[in-house]
């Protein structure tokens, strides 16, 4: 099973500052990586799929980066909306898998 | 536009069965394969099962093989994941997500309880 390492596991950051989130595969996953977001109380939704592919409606301040084993999603000027828990999955190999989260809080 | 409505879900004694539903509908379901992820209160994401566009291949996570079925029914749209010997471990929300590669689309949950 592919493990994905997600870090850190809580960000504080403030409105208007850049955040970086990073999420390590224990072995490659080529391109298939994605990221969800999740608010309280709420379904998970794709931001990005295949490492970079901004999913639709999906706002320019979300891009995702990296190949192989190491990812990052960074989010370049945050608005309140983007205060969540964020997920990284694999989708390369059975059983899919999701990283454990990195929650973003404001600072 | 896509929807996915999950329902059957409840509280439920350890050892005994429940059986959930995921209604699809605004696009073609028989195209695509389907998933269901579960989350435990306070909890990550965890990938349940996935069945193929035509039901014929399927997968589990070891945590539910041999005790969850994924089963689908395209002339209803609907997939299913039929639950037996339940634990207190299974308590969760069942979301069914659609196969686009990632999962790009989900439903809003259905909350399965076990407990004594």
């Known amino acids: 099973e592919i493990v994905l390492t997600q870090s850190p596991a809580t960000l504080s950051v403030s409105p208007g500052e850049r955040a970086t989130l990073s999420c390590r595969a224990s072995?490659?996953?080529?391109?298939?990586l994605a990221w969800y977001q999740q608010k309280p109380g709420q379904t998970p939704r794709l931001l990005i799929y295949?490492?970079?592919t901004r999913a639709t409606g999906i706002p320019a301040r979300f891009s995702g980066s990296g190949s192989g084993t190491e990812f990052t999603l960074t989010i370049s000027s945050l608005q309140s909306e983007d205060f969540a828990v964020y997920y990284c999955?694999?989708?390369?190999?059975?059983?899919?898998?999701f990283g454990q989260g990195t929650k973003l809080e404001i600072k | 536009q896509v929807q996915l409505v999950e329902s059957g879900g409840g509280v439920v004694q350890p050892g005994r069965s429940l059986r959930l539903s995921c209604a699809a509908s605004?696009?073609?379901?028989?195209?695509?394969?389907m998933h269901w992820v579960r989350q435990a209160p306070g909890k990550g994401l965890e990938w349940v099962a996935v069945?193929?566009?035509?039901?014929?291949?399927?997968y589990y996570a070891d945590s539910v093989k041999g005790r969850f079925t994924i089963s689908r029914d395209n002339s209803k749209n609907t997939v299913y994941l039929q639950m037996n010997s339940l634990r207190v471990a299974d308590t969760a929300v069942y979301y069914c997500?659609?196969?686009?590669?990632?999962?790009?689309?989900w439903g809003q949950g259905t909350l399965v309880t076990v407990s004594s």
């Open positions: 295949g490492v970079s």
């Open positions: 999955q694999q989708f390369d190999d059975w059983p899919r898998t």
């Open positions: 997500a659609r196969d686009n590669g990632a999962f790009d689309f």
């Open positions: 069945t193929s566009y035509d039901g014929s291949q399927t």
């Open positions: 072995q490659s996953v080529s391109s298939m």
């Open positions: 605004g696009f073609t379901f028989s195209s695509y394969a």
